[in-house]
């Protein structure tokens, strides 16, 4: 599985951008997906996950009732929205898929890692 990140920027806090990831392979919709980020100086840490299915989600309670995570298996795309940006979600965020029909929320569930995109929140 390959992943590409894309949707990081610059927004001031308060503000909302949409991260999306795209998978190629044709077993997309047999791995849970993931979104992590890591702030200069801190561990690589979830954010966000969904089940194969998406029926499951999972958040960290820093973002809980700000960002949603989603997925198109039609599609081979998963998509963080974040809304009510603040200064500390500042990092770089990965897309990760993980063989697995379960939710895995550390680094080490994962098997395969986008290459990361930007995000800067200003206050």
């Known amino acids: 599985v390959q992943l590409q990140a894309s949707g990081g920027g610059l927004v001031q806090a308060g503000g909302s951008l949409r991260l999306s990831c795209a998978a190629s392979g044709r077993t997309f919709s047999s791995y849970a997906m993931g979104w992590f980020r890591q702030a200069p100086g801190k561990e690589r840490e979830v954010v966000a996950a969904?089940?194969?299915?998406?029926?499951?989600?999972y958040y960290a309670d820093s973002v809980k009732g700000r960002f949603t995570i989603s997925r198109d298996n039609a599609k081979n795309t998963v998509i963080l929205q974040m809304n009510s940006l603040k200064p500390e979600d500042t990092a770089v965020y990965y897309c990760?898929?993980?063989?697995?029909?379960?939710?895995?929320?550390?680094?080490?569930?994962?098997?395969?890692w986008g290459q990361g995109t930007l995000v800067t929140v200003s206050s």
């Open positions: 969904i089940s194969p299915s998406g029926i499951s989600t």
């Open positions: 990760a898929a993980g063989n697995t029909r379960m939710i895995r929320t550390t680094p080490r569930g994962y098997d395969y």
